[in-house]
């Protein structure tokens, strides 16, 4: 049975994992002077994050050795520290992991993040047992063993043992691993090596996120507690979850039901083949199950499962940003035919239609060549094809069509900054049209230059979910597709929606 798992729902078992990511008070066992050690670069995590006014608590590190690290009191133990202490993170040799603990429970310590490996992972379970029966006998709640631990841009608590920068031979100081902006994305990882990768990722995306959560081996916190606890997590609004198996799968179940039904959940479930099943196991002890058995228990509960890296993301930031759609047609305003045709085709591939615009909208667009607006050449059957002759106010006059073409549930915008008459107001202009609307609408810039960065992040900024390539925005549509699907199942869309829209300002916080 999961640890405390008849108590989920408590209001104290809410508590006591919340110290995870926001205690009064937490100690780094293990921290050290010498930079090239990770007691080091989680101890100065802290340190720094406090000097700047981020994480707000008492830190405290713990050396036999040094008097001071950073110009803070070193103590022996735990034992040895005058106030009270709610969290520890852990950061020492495998087979000093116990003893840490015991004094931990004699100093009433709450919460504990195991950063340490040694233990289920390399076939040392009489270890990890050993640790999880003494955090149980003192009621000390673990995160880990073999993690990365936490991060929480709100609060500056960050345990990742991974730092921000490095020197290189050459003298050049380079970014190494970068802790993104501060968001409304959760990323939960069962692996702290894709955990890390995916912050590197997440940064260079320039996606926010509220937390990051590593849980390793997973001896008592998993991840079924750490969804009940995001669930009423106000900076929270989705979820992203890498797993390579689930434990106490019933409890898994009921809790994810429940979430998602207020917050989108994605997961990417490795260990779909033989081969990726071993190395998952060789990798946290994990054994993972039969793909076919996830895939029907997640669409069961709402979860959606991503195929790849890319996509987890894609659809991550997707639900994030935008509401969900209400019904499975999508309309596509392009300037490019090309990409218009990719996004029609990688719609159809994925049961998304793309059908033919009613006579009353064709009707309004031919109007419009009429007056000249828009050239006669125009395609407007769906997709809308501007071609290199368009310009801003084209892309806001198909917009503003679109959105009111009632049997239309979704756009896609493919807003190439490469046409000529194409100026960066265009993003202004179909922004202010997406304001006033509850349509999902997610965006394409295709290219890797300066100008297409900032073409994406502009988007962005109205709230926008926008990709490099037509099949990435696909991926996200359908994604919102597939969810308010759900929600329109679990008769909860209307709730979503409200709740979504209180919490938004035009639908989505603009980015900072």
């Not at 101890?43 to 830190?59: D, L, Q």
């Not at 195929?307 to 993301?313: I, L």
């Not at 940003?321 to 029609?344: E, K, W």
């Amino acid at each position: 049975m999961l640890a405390h798992e008849s108590t989920i729902n408590d209001y104290d078992h809410y508590s006591k994992v919340e110290l995870f990511f926001n205690p009064n008070s937490i100690a780094v066992v293990g921290a050290s002077k010498h930079i090239n050690k990770a007691g080091n670069v989680i101890f100065s995590n802290f340190a720094e994050n406090k000097r700047r006014g981020i994480f707000k608590g008492e830190i405290y590190p713990i050396n036999l050795k040094d008097e001071s690290i950073l110009g803070h009191r070193c103590y022996p133990s735990l034992r040895k520290v005058p106030g009270n202490i709610e969290a520890i993170v852990i950061v020492v040799p495998s087979k000093s992991v116990s003893d840490v603990l015991r004094d931990a429970g004699t100093k009433g310590v709450s919460v504990a993040i195991v950063i340490s490996a040694g233990f289920g992972e390399v076939g040392n379970d009489q270890l990890e047992n050993e640790v999880k029966n003494i955090a149980k006998e003192f009621g000390i709640r673990i995160l880990g063993p073999n993690c990365l631990g936490v991060f929480d841009s709100y609060t500056g608590v960050d345990t990742l043992f991974l730092p921000e920068t490095k020197v290189l031979k050459t003298g050049d100081v380079m970014v190494a691993t970068p802790r993104p902006m501060q968001g409304n994305i959760a990323m939960v990882s069962q692996s702290g090596a894709f955990g890390a990768a995916s912050l590197d990722y997440l940064t260079g995306r320039q996606i926010g996120i509220s937390k990051f959560v590593s849980f390793g081996n997973k001896v008592d916190v998993s991840e079924a507690e750490i969804l009940h606890y995001l669930n009423h997590d106000d900076k929270t609004r989705a979820i992203l979850l890498y797993i390579e198996s689930i434990t106490h799968g019933r409890t898994f179940m009921d809790v994810a039901k429940d979430v998602t039904k207020s917050k989108p959940i994605v997961v990417l479930k490795s260990g779909r083949t033989k081969a990726g099943a071993r190395a998952a196991e060789s990798h946290t002890g994990s054994i993972s199950g039969a793909s076919a058995v996830y895939d029907a228990a997640f669409s069961q509960i709402g979860v959606i499962r991503s195929d790849n890296m890319s996509e987890f993301f894609n659809i991550g930031k997707g639900l994030a940003f935008q509401p969900p759609a209400q019904g499975r047609n999508v309309a596509i305003i392009t300037d490019a035919g090309g990409p218009g045709v990719m996004a029609s085709d990688a719609c159809e591939l994925r049961g998304i239609d793309v059908k033919l615009f009613s006579d009353e909208t064709i009707n309004k667009f031919e109007k419009l060549k009429e007056k000249g607006i828009l050239p006669n050449f125009v395609q407007n059957r769906n997709p809308v094809d501007l071609t290199g002759s368009a310009t801003s106010e084209m892309f806001e006059k198909a917009m503003s069509i679109v959105v009111a073409d009632n049997e239309v549930n979704g756009i896609i915008v493919i807003g190439l900054h490469h046409v000529p008459a194409i100026q960066e107001d265009f993003v202004d202009r179909i922004g202010k049209v997406a304001a006033g609307t509850i349509k999902p609408i997610v965006a394409c810039d295709i290219g890797e230059t300066e100008m297409a960065f900032y073409v994406r992040s502009r988007f962005e900024k109205f709230g926008i979910p926008a990709y490099p390539a037509p099949e990435d925005t696909v991926q996200a549509m359908a994604a919102l597709v597939s969810y308010g699907e759900y929600l329109q199942k679990a008769n909860c869309f209307d709730s979503y929606l409200d709740s979504f829209l209180t919490r938004s300002v035009n639908k989505i916080d603009i980015q900072k």
